[in-house]
């Protein structure tokens, strides 16, 4: 017997529906029926993105960035 399993969508599958939402071309309902994706996490993809989105090409991030690296290197020697 087959169970129904769950799928885990990847990042690029989150932006492409979060942009489809944000694009405001088609409700929600319609984007939830092509992708196959519940109304409710698309309202949270589309959420994140436009949050994040400010900060995508800040210095800020950069340097955020960096030094998470720097630790992780760190951390490894």
Known sequence: MARNM???PNGTFKAK???EAVKGEKTLAQISSEFGVHANQIGRW???LLEELPTLFS???RKQD?????LVS???R
Do not use: G, H, I
């Not at 960096?66 to 720097?70: C, G, I, K, T």
């Open 74 to 76: 760190e951390l490894y």
């Open 6 to 8: 769950r799928r885990s």
């Open 59 to 61: 210095d800020r991030r």
């Open 46 to 48: 589309c959420k994140q």
């Open 17 to 19: 529906v979060a942009l």
């Open 66 to 70: 960096r030094a998470q690296e720097d």
